[in-house]
């Protein structure tokens, strides 16, 4: 009987090593997907940012040269092709417009702003911007952040301008706020706006089955970093929330 004991209870502590082994293997394996996937983001906005450039200083500039020869081509016929004249203000509105697109989707690739000044001044401009397109009224309240990573910034920049563009286009809201602080290791992002309100479980499985990506993509992200995202809607509005763990001041370390 005492040899049997023995067995079981070797064969219970190989169970119980294999059980451990097994679980660092997990925990080992989900950590290099997380760091690859934060790689695979900073990639992106790299690219993102080079993209923004081009068309800056790229395009932008053509647009602006050719503006300024058209303008010079408008002063040399003076009156003496009245007949040429709607076909030039035309192509100069047309130009004018063309590099006031340009220059707003670079600046929604990557704003110069969030690399310049940081986060609070970038939203505090996605607020403007959003808002002045949209009619919505958007309040930030980002006052007193401490230093961030360039990433921490740039996932909540981006997590606001998804959800803050979801608003615009789905929520037929009037206003909304934007909160960002920093409490017990964790930088907090809430996003809510006054809007009639939506079915969140249909909306997760909506994105689940593929057929949007918005929520699914924004809860993905802040996985990588080791965060979480709450939805909830409802008759006086809807709340997005996203903790992550700030590295260093929550036993994260960094990447």
Not at 155 to 163: D, I, M
Request: hydrophobic share 40%; charged share 25%; with cysteine.
């Amino acid at each position: 009987m005492t040899g049997k004991t023995e067995d079981l209870s070797a064969t219970l502590a190989n169970l119980r090593g294999d059980y451990r082994a097994l679980v660092q293997r997990l925990e080992a394996n989900e950590r290099e997907f997380q760091r690859l996937g934060r790689a695979v983001f900073r990639v992106e906005e790299e690219e993102r940012r080079r993209l923004a450039r081009e068309l800056h200083d790229g395009l932008g500039q053509n647009l602006t040269a050719l503006k300024h020869r058209l303008a010079l081509l408008a002063s040399q016929l003076g009156d003496s092709r009245p007949d040429l004249q709607p076909d030039i203000d035309a192509s100069l509105a047309l130009c004018s417009q063309g590099l006031a697109d340009t220059r707003e989707l670079s600046r929604l690739l990557r704003p110069q702003v969030l690399d310049d000044l940081g986060l609070e001044a970038a939203l505090d401009w996605l607020a403007r911007t959003l808002g002045t397109s949209g009619g919505l009224a958007i309040e930030i309240r980002a006052d007193g952040l401490p230093a961030l990573e360039p990433d921490l910034q740039t996932l909540v920049f981006r997590l606001a301008q998804e959800a803050l563009a979801n608003v615009t286009r789905h929520a037929g809201a009037s206003q909304a706020i934007v909160s960002v602080r920093v409490h017990a290791g964790m930088l907090r992002l809430t996003v809510w706006d006054d809007g009639p309100g939506f079915d969140v479980v249909a909306a997760m499985e909506k994105s689940r089955r593929g057929e949007s990506t918005g929520l699914g993509g924004m809860k993905d992200r802040v996985a990588l970093y080791g965060g979480h995202l709450h939805l909830e809607s409802g008759d006086d509005g809807t709340r997005l929330a996203a903790a992550v763990p700030i590295p260093g001041e929550s036993g994260i370390l960094p990447p």
